[in-house]
């Protein structure tokens, strides 16, 4: 059993920043890729970034140049580095990890970008 807890949302304004974090505890397996994905109220969840074992990230267009996704397998966590943010970006923020099997969602961490 591996439960995620995701952290580090807040109340920012346009053009801030904020690190959310997201870590695994339990019975860890090796995750070969870590994702944080978002839901905005009345809106499907949809896949923020990506990143694999060897590195490899992936990101949903509106978030390239801005997000950073990174993980440090040692603290069994995934982080989600956000600049500039706007206010398209206010969700509800989830990570996923996958592997032989997926993590349940958690609770998700709000984020929310004044406008």
């Known amino acids: 059993q591996v439960q995620v807890a995701e952290s580090g949302g807040g109340l920012v304004q346009i053009g801030g920043s904020l690190r959310l974090s997201c870590v695994a505890s339990g019975s860890i397996p090796s995750f070969a890729t870590m994702t944080w994905y978002r839901q905005a109220p009345g809106k499907q969840r949809e896949l923020v970034a990506a990143?694999?074992?060897?590195?490899?990230?992936n990101y949903l267009d509106s978030v390239k140049g801005r997000f950073t996704i990174s993980r440090d397998n040692a603290k069994n966590t995934v982080y989600l580095q956000m600049n500039s943010l706007k206010p398209e970006d206010t969700a509800v923020y989830y990570c996923?990890?996958?592997?032989?099997?997926?993590?349940?969602w958690g609770q998700g961490t709000q984020v929310t970008v004044s406008s």
């Open positions: 996923r990890l996958w592997g032989a099997t997926q993590t349940n």
């Open positions: 990143v694999t074992t060897g590195g490899n990230t």
